[in-house]
């Protein structure tokens, strides 16, 4: 009869310590042969406990990055795994309470600038978004002809407003054209009441 065994030529596994490292948790103690090294406490850990919660990381929290809002000022405080301590610390030396919003620049704008505030890259003033161009906040960096713009077009819509001398020359064509009229009326009535004219005096239709 024939037989085949591969004894000879596949060694077993204990020819082969170096291969694989064991797990470290105590009541594990498995060989894994791809084994998995945590970041944090530099330990060797098999596919199962290769997390932070399966092997109990000492040093875990650490990692755990929460960002804390503070309900005083509304700033985001970087925990590091302790939030009460990091707040605490916080309202001691950091606060400083509620802080108000920047308005926009401009005389009578109540824009409040928020994530839609610009800034002007001339003067290097907030501004909105309305009054974002050099020539609607008047910078005082913008070149001249900016400026003189801006000027023609302010006088312009003053102009635009009203001016009560021109109100009152209007007034005073539309009267003088009222004053021609009645003259040419009176003139015609006057010429009817004449009667005909010496030419016309034998006239047999009239």
């Not at 609607?136 to 312009?156: E, L």
């Not at 009645?182 to 004449?194: A, D, F, G, I």
Request: charged share 20%.
């Amino acid at each position: 009869s024939f037989s085949f065994s591969f004894s000879s030529t596949c060694p077993p596994m204990a020819e082969f310590p170096d291969l694989g490292k064991h797990c470290d948790v105590p009541s594990c103690k498995q060989l894994d042969f791809l084994p998995f090294q945590c970041n944090e406490c530099n330990k060797t850990f098999c596919l199962e406990h290769r997390s932070y919660e399966a092997h109990s990381c000492p040093k875990a929290k650490l990692m755990d990055n929460v960002v804390v809002v503070c309900s005083e000022c509304g700033k985001g405080i970087d925990s590091r795994g302790d939030a009460d301590s990091a707040l605490a610390h916080h309202l001691a030396n950091d606060c400083r309470g509620e802080q108000k919003k920047p308005r926009c620049i401009v005389k009578g704008c109540k824009a409040k600038m928020g994530v839609t505030g610009t800034t002007c890259k001339i003067c290097h003033q907030l501004v909105c978004l309305t009054h974002r161009f050099e020539k609607d906040h008047n910078c005082p960096g913008a070149p001249p002809q900016q400026k003189k713009t801006t000027t023609n077009n302010n006088n312009r819509n003053n102009r635009q407003q009203g001016n009560p001398s021109n109100r009152a020359g209007y007034g005073s064509r539309g009267g003088h054209s009222s004053s021609s009229s009645s003259s040419s009326n009176r003139n015609k009535n006057t010429k009817e009441r004449q009667g005909p004219g010496p030419l016309c005096a034998d006239c047999v239709i009239c």
